[in-house]
């Protein structure tokens, strides 16, 4: 199954052209820990850290 990620700077060049899968997940993963953040912040977890 194809995976299309929409990518602000215009990399659509040939149609279908990807980043490397590396910093497609990395993207991924920056944009799970802002919400993951809001999560692990002291108001939620009463200053475990």
């Not at 194809?2 to 997940?25: A, D, L, W």
């Amino acid at each position: 199954m194809p995976v299309f990620v929409p990518t602000p700077i215009g990399e659509s060049t040939m149609g279908i052209q990807h980043k490397p899968k590396s910093v497609r997940n990395a993207s991924k993963k920056r944009r799970k820990d802002r919400k993951h953040k809001l999560r692990s912040t002291k108001k939620y977890k009463g200053g475990v850290r």
